[in-house]
């Protein structure tokens, strides 16, 4: 069975994740996308690198189910070849600023004169209107304009979030906003510009909090792990290892005071719902505490899970990878490389689809490794390839 987007021609001129990811995601569900790398190769390609060519992990994980060639639109003959790879395609990925943009003549305005039902698909820091907009800006800028920095750690300490979620956050409303207008096009034949940004997607996850904010004015400061909303929210240390357990809502607080043999506790005035046992959520973080100091992480998990309370074992890195859950799940993939010993372990489709899933069908590209079968699908011929290559425009 074909993917529900096969026929679609991405040309994904994205970088790091922001770009890169929604590109991924529309190649899951069998677009054909080409990423457009630098002649020398993008500076996202060696992040962590693991290969003899120092290709990095960040790179396997965002370019598979791509075909990948060198452009440089700089020169006239590499924009001569972007024009033309235009002209074939449906939609059009870029994380840059909208200068950069006009610059390399990937702007809305450039794009549809060449290919009038066009879709470009552009992902910015701060979007492309008000003080901000030509400022740059990283996942982390926006974690910490968002209020997230300030509610992670500590009172006395801001922290961010080690994995980038804003990023990959943008990404995915992003492949979600081009799936929309790749069906808005179908009924209208016309195209359109779709924006995301790195700032819009953090305020997203912060919704609720900045609401109590304004409505309410508690003025949260952080507190580590321990949850503000419910409790238990917490960490927990066992025997021999640590745990998170959350409990939320009247049904889960009776399991859990039940399990904790504290039943008067149903009856305190101090927990009588999520707010006052956030409120009071230290008394009830110690006693779980004490309750888990006195089992291992595997009792404590057990007598967890016979009450239906939602926990888990704070994993490394390497224990996410030996976990069985995960391996018999298949949550990722083993994708071969040139240049590297073994598979690298590549996150799957993390959405299924029971008629037209997605999948991992193709590695990730080598520095321009499809130079030649891309251009000669435009009508260029040896001699012509040739020409691009001495001019230094591929």
């Known amino acids: 069975m074909g993917g529900v987007l096969d026929g679609i021609r991405v040309l994904d001129f994205g970088r790091f ?3 890169p990811w929604c590109g991924a995601l529309l190649g899951d569900f069998g677009a054909d996308v080409i990423r457009i790398d630098k002649r020398g190769g993008g500076e996202d390609r060696h992040v962590l690198p693991m290969s003899d060519d120092m290709t990095g992990a960040m790179f396997l994980q965002m370019n598979r189910n791509k075909r990948g060639m060198t452009l440089d639109p700089t020169k006239p003959e590499g924009r001569e070849i972007q024009e033309k790879l235009v002209a074939t395609a449906d939609v059009v990925l870029a994380n840059m600023p909208p200068r950069a943009l006009k610059q ?3 702007d809305y305005d450039t794009l549809k004169s060449i290919k009038p039902n066009i879709i470009l698909t552009t992902a910015t820091a701060f979007g ?3 003080p901000l907009a030509t400022k740059v800006g990283f996942d982390t800028v926006a974690q910490a304009m968002s209020g997230a920095m300030h509610l992670t750690g500590t009172e006395d300490s801001a922290m961010r979030s080690y994995y980038p979620w804003v990023d990959y956050g943008t990404a995915t409303l992003c492949a979600l906003g ?4 790749i069906m808005s096009r179908r009924e209208t034949g016309e195209g359109q510009h779709v924006q995301g940004s790195l700032l819009a997607t953090a305020l997203t996850n912060a919704n609720s909090t900045l ?3 304004a409505l309410a004015q508690p003025n949260r400061v952080a507190t580590g792990n321990r949850g503000q909303i419910n409790a238990p929210s917490d960490c927990f240390k066992t025997k021999d290892g640590e745990i998170v357990c959350i409990a939320i ?5 009776k399991r859990w005071a039940d399990l904790m043999g504290e039943e008067s506790w149903l009856t305190d005035p101090r927990f009588k719902d999520d707010a006052a046992r956030a409120e009071h959520g230290e008394i009830i973080s110690e006693r779980m505490q004490a309750w888990c100091a006195e089992r291992t992480t595997e009792q404590a998990l057990a007598e967890l899970e016979a009450a239906r309370l939602p926990a888990a074992t704070i994993l490394s890195p390497q224990e996410a990878l030996d976990n069985a859950h995960i391996r018999e799940v298949g949550f990722m993939k083993d994708v071969e490389y040139p240049g590297i010993a073994k598979p690298a372990p590549i996150i799957d489709t993390p959405v299924s689809l ?3 899933p997605g999948g991992i069908h193709r590695r990730p590209p ?8 891309i251009l000669t699908e435009l009508g260029y011929d040896a001699a012509a390839i040739a020409r691009f290559r001495e001019a230094e425009a591929i």
């Open 17 to 19: 994740i922001a770009g």
């Open 104 to 106: 390399l003549g990937l």
């Open 128 to 130: 492309t209107t008000g």
């Open 178 to 181: 081009t799936m929309a207008a």
């Open 211 to 213: 609401i109590e904010q």
């Open 249 to 253: 809502g009247e049904i889960m607080h």
């Open 354 to 356: 029971s008629q037209t």
């Open 366 to 373: 080598q520095l321009g490794e499809h130079n030649e079968e």
